[in-house]
């Protein structure tokens, strides 16, 4: 690795970082009431505290597993109705309106109507699913329209099989973008997933226990918990982004 990718790789996001700490420090400093900005220092100190809790691996294992499944049902689904819009323009073309409607509907309705309709231990999952699959269905179609044509009629010409046109040509031109995608989309769904819990007030979750720390004004715990949440985002991320790589330079030379 030459200087400059270490520069652009390494050194500035540490720069960054470190420069966003000392503004959280001078804050704090300035302020000098813990309740309402506690420093880095304690804040990191109740985060390792959260470590040594049984209670926040309970939480965190079953908040992973609301958003795990809440992406996967979305996506799932999401792709289904994306292969349907593909093969036929009238159902496309017919559910485009409701499509629309799901991606700008306001999160905030969404999370307070599923409040409303569901108990709270399912709500974080529907309210995860509603927002997550149009985002994935454009994601899907756009990316099913990004296959090279001249390919597909390669295909056409020679009679290959559906089966075959889709494993050879439609998925591994699609995969790129798709990971991109679901690797933005899966840290997305935990913060939706850990806003539905705080709402609902879901037990043995993240949100209900960032909830509680907030209800007692312990706001060190309440930055600790959200330091938590973007670790776990973080690494989802992370994960899916690896697997693209691995899959781009394997498979596609990249």
Known sequence: MNGKRVIENILAPVVGLMVFIGV???????????????????????FFSLLGQGSFYLALGHTLARALLAFLLAFLLATLFAAVSELCPFFRKAFAPISVILRVLPTISVILLVLIWFRSATAPY???????????????????????????????????????????????????????????????????????EVLAYTGDSMGRLMQRTSAYMETSMLLAWTIAAILLGFLLEGIVLLIRRIIMRRYYGK
């Open 24 to 46: 959280w420090f001078a804050c704090s400093a300035a302020i000098g009431i813990e309740i309402i900005l506690p420093s880095p220092t304690d804040t990191v100190i109740g």
């Open 126 to 196: 529907v309210i995860t699913f509603l927002v997550l699959f149009p985002m994935l269905y454009t994601t899907v179609l756009d990316a099913a329209d990004r296959v090279d044509k001249g390919l597909l009629e390669m295909t056409r010409a020679y009679r290959f099989s559906r089966a075959k046109t889709l494993f050879s040509f439609y998925i591994p031109q699609m995969i790129p973008s798709l990971l991109t995608g679901a690797s933005i989309t899966l840290s997305f769904a935990v913060k939706l997933t850990i806003a539905a």
